[in-house]
């Protein structure tokens, strides 16, 4: 159960203790920040309100932690991780009952995320063997006017501090598609999980504590973004920001130094369907895609944009699905389970209110008990309505009917979002033209939108992101490149 047995160590009272110097500490702010429940909208959850000065200590401390453990052996440094991996999978119980009850993720979902998250540690271990073991060795005599007199050594070293800052849907995945790749490269780590999945958050970094990391080498301050988010992300200490969410993203992007930034931001992936397509596989992606973990997956499948000549067979596909959808609990693993907040329910009702001004057609009664939203479908939804363009974050997903593959592929490009796409077709030369006109940051054929498996590159276009995320991407830019330069007095050819 969360909070006790091993994980005993992380409660103080009713409040969740935040993670420095190896050890578990109570802020001296004397505040705590409420986590509330989706579900029961009650307070599930306490965590500490971190201070600016405890914000200082920490990264003072993971700055000292960075220099020993850049000059750690790479196969201990993985042999670590191996076995934080292996410490999170064995406590995916613990740990999937906080995200159930902190951000309400279907049983199941929240075990899988766990899980999932543990081989993202080990494959990212053997990936940094990998590709960290290897260096360049250039020589000066392919460049003109230059003879062989100087070698280039080059190999890839750390940045230093790297700051991970992810959001409430994967509390835990998106952390660890952080933490690793930054360890095995050698960086320190400072978290600072989203309110609303913290205390998942804590019992995972627990578990990189009991696997014996160097005290002060990750950290976690808990506290409002909207709080500690700027001193944190403005903080001189800090090598490297990796961030998901929101525009949150780009106003940080806006107030960072000269450090390099990770970005995975918005979306608003469109399904684009087309007359030959198989429409039982679309209908079938167009559930899993648009409606799981209730929609707030930001490569969740955002717009139908359907081929006229084909939308009414589909969208009566897709409405069979729709009603054998469970709605409910998280802890009956339901497929639609409450939104994450009431702010956020009520910012999903005003696209639907908005929606039924304009005329769309309700292919489901709107139906909403406090956060719980139930699954529905939007048809004849036209440009002008605010749900073409602006992401529900929810269970709700517009079809807007297009009368050429031209006008599908315009309306993805004109929204400021270019995370992912997907189109549907049986002809894979038309598809690959497709892909090719969508500017978004990877196109599905023939399947929904999605970030995994962990290690594919994942990166958004415009306001979806800057750089590419995926554990061998996440590795390379968690560090730098150093050269070594050999001037020789003499040229000298190497002689078989
Ligand atoms: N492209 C991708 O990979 C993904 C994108 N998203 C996007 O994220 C959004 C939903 O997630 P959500 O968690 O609500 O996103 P937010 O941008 O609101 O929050 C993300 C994180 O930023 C923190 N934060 C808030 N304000 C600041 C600040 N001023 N400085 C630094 N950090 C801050 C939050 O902390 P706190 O919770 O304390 O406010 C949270 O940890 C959607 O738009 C979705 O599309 C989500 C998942 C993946
Ligand atoms: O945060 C998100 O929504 C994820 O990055 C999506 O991951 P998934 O496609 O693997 O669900």
Known sequence: MAGTGVFADILDGDVYKYYA?????KSSSGKAVAIINPTTRKTQ???QACTQVEVNKVMESAKTAQKSWAKTPLWKRAELLHKAAAILKEHRAPVAECLVKEIAKPAKDAVTEVVRSGDLVSYCAEEGVRILGEGKFLVSDSFPGNERTKYCLTSKIPLGVVLAIPPFNYPVNLAVSKIAPALIAGNSLVLKPPTQGAVSALHMVHCFHLAGFP???ISCVTGKGSEIGDFLT?????????FTGGDTGIAISKKAGMIPLQMELGGKDACIVLEDADLDLVAANIIKGGFSYSGQRCTAVKVVLVM???ADVLVEKVKAKVAKLTVGAPEDDC??????SESSANFIEGLVKDAKEK?????QLYKRDGNLIWPLLLDNVRPDMRIAWEEPFGPVLPVIRINSIEEGIHHCNASNFGLQGCVFTKDVNKAILISDAMETGTVQINSAPARGPDHFPFQGLKDSGIGSQGITNSIHMMTKIKSTVINLPTPSYTMG
């Open 45 to 47: 959850y306490k965590v």
């Open 359 to 363: 005329g769309a057609t309700f292919c």
């Open 215 to 217: 005290k002060g080498l």
């Open 21 to 25: 110097d190896g050890e578990w500490k």
């Open 308 to 310: 006229e000549s084909v």
């Open 335 to 340: 497929d639609i389970t409450p939104v994450v």
């Open 234 to 242: 403005m903080h001189p200490g800090v090598n490297c920001i990796s």
